[in-house]
């Protein structure tokens, strides 16, 4: 429902009463309304040389009718006159009271200074439609929106995590895609040819030191990285996944530039030095049940120690920033509990809930806790992103269109999103601009959360907006 307002717009009509207006011919030398277009709205004045009355009206072609949607001034004490017969002018104006400048635009390119034109920005925002595109109700966790892939199989497992370029691309990791995706910070999505695309290869990705992007090797017999430049080279890998195919999901570059390999399957602990030395080590606590594997992501805690997140393990396992490995008790344990975790910004490491009614989170001290969650479901979540404001997101992987989020005071929360079914994301990544970008597993769409503001940038900018 774009705001239009044109030149010369003026028409008869004989409507009576305080309803819909049923618009006549042009006037001499003036237009008719068809130029604002139908289901537009404009500003409109109708008088019969006495009474008259000033407001913002949506044109609509059948029937050629204009609709009074608000007064904003009028003879009758600013509310709608009750028209009498006879012949009334029904013309396009501009108020008097309306602060001139643009219409805001939805998108930003004009963040506009015209009061009215703002109100109804305000309300399509409110409707959760802003001219004819759903967006999520915006008023928890900012704008949702959907951005369409270049390349999108039908399967599930397109793409599994996602990292931050230095550039601002975004590196989708390849699951079963056979070329590699991403999404620039102007948010062009484009593709690159990949060396490894055997199926089910990669699942999680790290940005080394060096501006490299490493793929965690899942089922892949080689390690698969994109320097800075974005050439795409393979190097050989000390262990790969003992034999299950599942080896590694996620993870963590350490202190010291170590991108260390969170365990899913894999009997030993895989690493690559910041000079590109691949070597493993010892593992405490490791399982192969049913293809299902101990690990699935990891976290760098503030002492410098990786967590690995528990899955199937009912254990906790960390290694310190000296390589020393060991393992600790958990609070609550179940099958396929936790995919992936974010650190918060008082030292908390929160677990991603995958099957978990749970939450469950480590302090900065070391201290295991749970704490209750507003939303679960099978396969729930997979991933999470710190947001710029302390909110620690869940990325939606089974969750239908509900999203979850932990504040940095504990508050746990829902909000709405856009796309729904099963599996559609695995992993989400911060841009540049504060929006997550979650990344599609078996989804068709990107769907992209803002998180910079409560309202859309341009929104906030108006320099009405602290009138709402």
Not at 294 to 314: K, T
Not at 325 to 351: E, R
Request: proline letters at 4%; charged letters at 10%; one cysteine or more.
């Amino acid at each position: 429902m774009p705001f239009v307002v044109k030149d010369r717009v003026k028409v008869t009509s004989t409507t009576t009463g305080t309803g819909t207006f049923t618009l006549g011919a042009a006037v001499a030398g003036f237009q008719d309304f068809s130029s604002i277009g139908n289901a537009n709205q404009t500003y409109y004045c109708i008088t019969n040389g006495t009474d008259w009355e000033v407001g913002i009206g949506t044109y609509t072609s059948s029937g050629t009718t204009l609709s009074r949607d608000t007064v904003l001034e009028s003879s009758n004490s600013n509310n709608k006159v009750d028209w009498a017969a006879g012949i009334k002018d029904v013309f396009c104006t501009f108020p008097s009271d309306a602060t001139e400048g643009t219409v805001p635009t939805a998108d930003n390119s004009s963040v506009g200074t015209d009061l009215y034109a703002w109100t109804n920005l305000k309300k399509q925002l409110d409707a959760g439609v802003i001219n004819g595109v759903p967006y999520a109700n915006n008023s928890t966790a900012g704008m949702v929106s959907t951005v369409s892939l270049v390349y999108s199989i039908t399967t599930v497992s397109k793409y599994r995590g996602g990292v931050l370029a230095p550039n601002g691309d975004i590196h989708f990791v390849k699951g079963d895609a056979a070329v590699g995706q991403k999404i620039s910070a102007t948010g062009v999505v484009s593709t690159y040819s990949l060396i490894s695309t055997a199926t089910q290869s990669y699942h999680g990705g790290v940005l080394a030191p060096n501006g490299d992007i490493h793929f965690v090797p899942r089922g892949a017999t080689v390690g698969q990285k994109i320097n800075a430049s974005g050439v795409v080279s393979t190097y050989s890998l000390v262990n790969n996944g003992g034999g299950s195919g599942a080896g590694y999901v996620g993870g963590v570059v350490s202190p010291s530039g170590e991108i260390h390999f969170a365990p899913f399957t894999a009997d030993t602990g895989q690493k690559i030095s910041a000079a590109g030395v691949v070597s493993t080590y010892s593992l405490i606590y490791t399982t192969n049940s049913g293809g299902l594997g101990a690990y699935s992501g990891g976290v760098l805690a503030v002492n410098g120690d990786i967590h690995f997140v528990p899955f199937m393990a009912p254990v906790g396992q960390k290694i310190s920033a000296a390589g020393v490995v060991s393992t600790y008790s958990l609070v609550y344990t179940v099958a396929q509990a936790y995919s992936g975790g974010v650190l918060s910004p008082n030292g908390d490491i929160h677990f991603v809930p995958f099957n978990a009614v749970r939450g469950q989170k480590i302090s900065s001290t070391g201290t295991v806790s749970t704490y209750s969650l507003v939303r679960t479901a099978a396969d729930g979540f997979v991933g999470g992103v710190l947001a710029p404001n302390g909110d620690i997101h869940f990325i939606s992987s089974n969750s239908g269109t509900i999203g979850q989020k932990v504040s940095v005071s504990g508050v746990v929360s829902t909000y709405p999103l856009l796309v729904s079914g099963s599996a559609q994301y695995e992993g989400g990544v911060l841009d540049f601009f504060g929006n997550i970008i979650c990344v599609p597993y078996a989804s068709g769409r990107i769907q992209k959360i803002s998180t910079n503001t409560t309202r859309p940038i341009g929104y906030a900018l108006s320099p009405f907006f602290n009138k709402f």
